[in-house]
């Protein structure tokens, strides 16, 4: 028994549905889990299905070369995925460990389905971390003069590994509009959710100073548009007078971790699929 995992968007007409179920049937498939969702405001329609075949060597390869025929009737975006391939990333991380720290638990512990090939990094903080975990550090330090050399470092690592999909696990740098545009749609940050109000380092300080009530985080994927990537996740806690700037932090650090941990797991799973600058996330 082997599973896949269809995704499509399309132009919303009449049939698609039917059309594409009545394809499974031709390939002896069953329909484990479907999702949908028809936009009224964009006219689209976004469908995910969970499938398994049985009786039948097959791949993703040909399973597309056969949906092709379909995919250009109803003008659909589609792809067949491994439903049991774990994807790897590369993870991009600084000084802050706490998102590092909860993506290796979480790979290491089964809870997140992905294999990690690597964790970069412009400081040396967490080599001894990601070595715990087995898993191989690289020290790529950057300044204004190196910046150009040090992403085409990234670049190297992304296609000599295989990476599908890179995150920036508190990566306090800036990608160029060049890297931006490399890993278009398969690399993924994570920031506190006071931007703009409070921009810069200690955005906890400054939240703390300024009395908020609730802090939050944000996962989205990367564009050249600083922090205005689609958003995949969010999340927020409520927070009171009482709390220190570093209570404040650590909460924020909890939250950091978990949106970010939901933001990998869903693309992984394929459950992401875009409608122009927003997502549609499959549950």
Request: net charge negative; charged share 20%.
């Amino acid at each position: 028994m082997s599973d896949y995992i269809l995704t499509l968007s399309c132009p919303d007409r009449t049939g698609i549905v039917h059309a594409v179920t009545g394809w499974l049937l031709e390939q002896h498939g069953n329909v484990v889990q479907a999702q949908q969702f028809g936009d009224a405001e964009t006219e689209r329609f976004f469908l995910r299905i969970h499938f398994s075949l049985s009786g039948k060597e097959t791949n993703v390869t040909e399973l597309n070369e056969a949906f092709a025929p379909l995919a250009t009737e109803f003008n659909m975006d589609a792809h067949i995925y491994d439903a049991n391939r774990k994807a790897r990333i590369l993870i991009l991380v600084s000084r802050q460990g706490h998102c590092l720290n909860d993506l290796l638990f979480r790979t290491h512990s089964g809870q997140l389905p992905v294999e990690i090939a690597a964790v970069l990094s412009n400081h040396q903080d967490h080599a001894t971390l990601a070595s715990s975990y087995n898993i191989p550090f690289h020290h790529l330090p950057v300044t204004a003069e190196t910046k150009q050399e040090q992403e085409q470092q990234i670049l190297r690592f992304v296609d000599t590994l295989g990476i599908d999909l890179v995150v920036l696990a508190r990566y306090m740098q800036i990608l160029s509009p060049e890297l931006c545009r490399a890993l278009s749609g398969r690399a993924i940050n994570i920031h506190h959710s006071f931007l703009p109000s409070f921009k810069g380092a200690r955005p906890y300080h400054q939240a703390h100073a300024r009395g908020v009530k609730i802090i939050g985080a944000t996962a989205h994927y990367v564009t050249e548009d600083l922090d205005e990537g689609p958003i995949i996740e969010q999340d927020i806690e409520r927070v009171n007078h009482s709390m220190s700037a570093h209570e404040l932090t650590q909460v924020g650090s909890d939250v950091e971790s978990l949106v970010l941990s939901r933001a990998v797991a869903a693309h992984v799973q394929h459950r992401i699929l875009l409608n122009g600058q927003r997502t549609i996330v499959f549950r």
